[in-house]
């Protein structure tokens, strides 16, 4: 150990340096360069969005499905008005759906259970 204030060399058990007479503080124990702790488990992050949800929405996946599917007969928005998203909701029933491309990613993201609702449950 050294002493942060003068550097002289102390041992593990010395509370006060013999040098400056300053309090010793216990150093923190900093990982070398490269290692994680063994509490941090990394992942990729195509895994972390496909893990399942603390909570299920009250939200159905069929429900969303078919209510975008009506996206493209001239009804868009009625499936994120369902989830509780309603500024999109009504952009999208505005805008035909983001002129149908906001609509086909939906379609897409409810296909691959990746369409979360308002409080960002997966729809099941």
């Not at 041992?11 to 007479?21: A, G, I, N």
């Not at 509780?84 to 759906?97: D, E, Q, V």
């Not at 906001?102 to 409080?119: A, P, S």
């Amino acid at each position: 150990m050294t002493c942060k204030h003068c550097g002289a060399s102390l041992t593990p058990e010395e509370k006060v340096c013999s040098y400056c007479r300053c309090a010793v503080e216990e150093e923190e124990k900093i990982p070398m360069p490269g290692t994680l702790p063994t509490e941090i488990r990394l992942m990729p992050p195509f895994q972390q969005r496909t893990m399942a949800p603390a909570t299920a929405a009250p939200h159905h996946k069929k429900a969303a499905l078919i209510m975008c599917l009506l996206g493209f007969f001239g009804i868009s928005g009625l499936h994120r008005l369902y989830t509780g998203k309603i500024g999109t909701g009504l952009l999208w029933l505005f805008t035909f759906g983001l002129f149908g491309l906001g609509t086909l990613i939906d379609l897409i993201l409810i296909l691959v259970n990746n369409f979360y609702d308002k409080d960002g449950n997966q729809l099941l």
